[in-house]
T-cell receptor, first 111, second 110 residues
Framework: SQQGEEDPQALSIQEGENATMNCSYK?????LQWYRQNSGRGLVHLIL?????REKHSGRLRVTLDTSKKSSSLLITASRAADTASYFC???????????FGKGTRLSVIA | DTAVSQTPKYLVTQMGNDKSIKCEQN?????MYWYKQDSKKFLKIMFS???????INETVPNRFSPKSPDKAHLNLHINSLELGDSAVYFC?????????FGPGTRLLVL
């Protein structure tokens, strides 16, 4: 069954603005990951946050995890047109269990 | 020097045909996967192999048969193709938690 659910489904912002995407999940997890998919391409790993972590940064990306609410957010600061893509969260429950992906948020950054 | 490569990139075929998709990774990873992404962008795991051995087989019809001749390759053979098999199929590999995806194979069954 589907684990992650991203919100919103689609987001359109101006270049330079911040973009926030949310992910909710249903069961306990080991880690949560965010991936980006450009149109017609494969997914690219962005960042991983473990269940014992609350916040993580990587460049212009900031990820938070609230295990009590079973939710995560991905913040992209100072967005660029090149950030236009679909963003997926994926959860891993335990070792050797498959990643379960949400349906993604389509982000459009308008120059 | 692509990390995870798939061939072909596009595959258009008639219902009832048998087709194969090949995947190769040069990252030295032990684990490889096949995913199916439907028209609504929902990505679902199909199979996972670790060092040539099947470790995950989600609810996939028997018409789909993965084959791993060595740990760098995981091919997907599909028998008796159906209209509902039309999708984008992604291969991926991993060593720990992070997965590395191929560019995808767009399969259209007519």
């Amino acid at each position: 069954s589907q684990q992650g659910e991203e919100d919103p489904q689609a987001l359109s912002i101006q270049e330079g603005e911040n973009a926030t995407m949310n992910c909710s999940y249903k069961t306990s997890i080991n880690n949560l990951q965010w991936y980006r998919q450009n149109s017609g391409r494969g997914l690219v790993h962005l960042i991983l946050i473990r269940s014992n972590e609350r916040e993580k940064h990587s460049g212009r990306l900031r990820v938070t995890l609230d295990t009590s609410k079973k939710s995560s957010s991905l913040l992209i600061t100072a967005s660029r047109a090149a950030d236009t893509a679909s963003y997926f969260c994926a959860t891993e429950k335990a070792g050797n269990t498959p990643l379960v992906f949400g349906k993604g948020t389509r982000l459009s950054v308008i120059a | 020097d692509t990390a995870v490569s798939q061939t072909p990139k596009y595959l258009v075929t008639q219902m009832g045909n048998d087709k194969s998709i090949k995947c190769e990774q040069n990252l030295g990873h032990d684990t490889m996967y096949w995913y199916k992404q439907d028209s609504k962008k929902f990505l679902k795991i199909m199979f996972s192999y670790n060092n040539k051995e099947l470790i995950i087989n989600e609810t996939v019809p028997n018409r789909f048969s993965p084959k791993s001749p060595d740990k760098a390759h995981l091919n997907l053979h599909i028998n008796s193709l159906e209209l509902g098999d039309s999708a984008v199929y992604f291969c991926a590999s991993s060593e720990r938690e992070t997965q590395y995806f191929g560019p995808g194979t767009r399969l259209l069954v007519l």
